[in-house]
């Protein structure tokens, strides 16, 4: 069963503008954390931001603020001012804080226009 | 700057040949994480390690792929004998275990073609 499943196969964004990636789970497991990496076309994967379901905050890095909405099941990653340097594929993931096993999204391209 | 470094980024190989692919964690990290990426599947996971045991290893097809690690500082994943569906991008990634924010980080992969 989809664990993680991010909607939009493409997004474009105008420079400096903000943009929100979609990102939703599924799990019956109230202790969880959530994950965004950045995958730029030189192929390395960089872990962007971490959130914990237990966190009363909404995560924010920079740019990167997650957008979490526990009863929606959804932890959408928003970045503002975007830059040239933001065109990667993003994908979201999910670890349950028992068990090993990392889920990952199928990822969402984002293009930055000039 | 710590970072999960993997050897080499790039592995060109025929057919039924052996490859092997090697990953230095983070120091410090005792998790250790194996990925194949391709485009179809997206991000497998293979194996993974903590404390350098094998916890997990149910992603990986047994009667070609092993995965090692021979100590703290040295991950690895060999495929013998390689086939052309083997051809990927393999990534290595480690962390720390906690209760929560077991945050991976992630090497640059490497990059598999199997002629």
């Known amino acids: 069963a989809q664990k993680i499943t991010q909607t939009q196969p493409g997004m474009f964004v105008q420079e400096k503008e903000a943009v929100t990636l979609d990102c939703t789970y599924d799990?019956?497991?109230?202790?969880?954390?959530l994950f965004w990496y950045k995958q730029p076309s030189s192929g390395e994967m960089i872990f962007l931001i971490y959130q914990g379901s237990y966190d009363q905050q909404n995560a924010t890095e920079g740019r990167y603020s997650l957008n979490f909405q526990k009863a929606r099941k959804s932890a959408n990653l928003v970045i503002s001012a975007s830059q040239l340097g933001d065109s990667a594929m993003y994908f979201c993931a999910m670890k349950k804080y028992t068990g090993n096993q990392f889920y990952f999204g199928t990822g969402t391209s984002l293009t930055v226009i000039p | 700057d710590a970072r999960v470094t993997q050897t080499p980024r790039h592995k060109v190989t025929e057919m039924g040949q052996e490859v092997t692919m090697r990953c230095q964690p983070i120091?410090?990290?005792?998790?250790v994480f194996w990925y194949r990426q391709t485009m179809m599947q997206g991000l497998e996971l293979l194996a993974y390690f903590r404390n350098r045991a094998p916890l997990d290893d149910s992603g990986m097809p047994k009667d070609r792929f092993s995965a090692e690690m021979p100590d703290a500082t040295l991950a690895t994943l060999k495929i013998q004998p390689s086939e052309p569906r083997d051809s990927a991008v393999y990534f290595c990634?480690?962390?720390?275990?906690?209760?929560?924010?077991?945050?991976?980080?992630f090497g640059a992969g490497t990059r598999l073609s199997v002629l």
């Open positions: 990634a480690s962390g720390l275990v906690r209760p929560a924010e077991n945050i991976q980080y």
């Open positions: 120091l410090g990290h005792n998790t």
């Open positions: 799990t019956s497991d109230p202790s969880y954390g």
